[in-house]
């Protein structure tokens, strides 16, 4: 199982730099860009809610869950 953050998405959809979304929500541009690249391993509820007013979306346009392929095959 894992969550794919599909935040490059929804910043390209909104045409919003890596750089101006940080500076707008209050973190670094290093801290943006693990959450982009899907390397964090958790996110703070109040960075989420911040992404999510700053994007004009919902946390499901940002996170999606998506099962691995072998443990799809073992259920």
Known sequence: MKIIVNLDVMMARRKIS????AEKIGIT???LSVLKTGKAK???FSTLMA???ELGCQPGDL??????EEE???Q
């Open 51 to 53: 992404l999510c007013h």
């Open 72 to 74: 799809a095959k073992q």
């Open 29 to 31: 541009p290093a801290n």
């Open 42 to 44: 958790a996110i703070r």
């Open 18 to 21: 890596a750089g101006t979304l």
């Open 63 to 68: 996170l999606e869950f998506s099962e691995d």
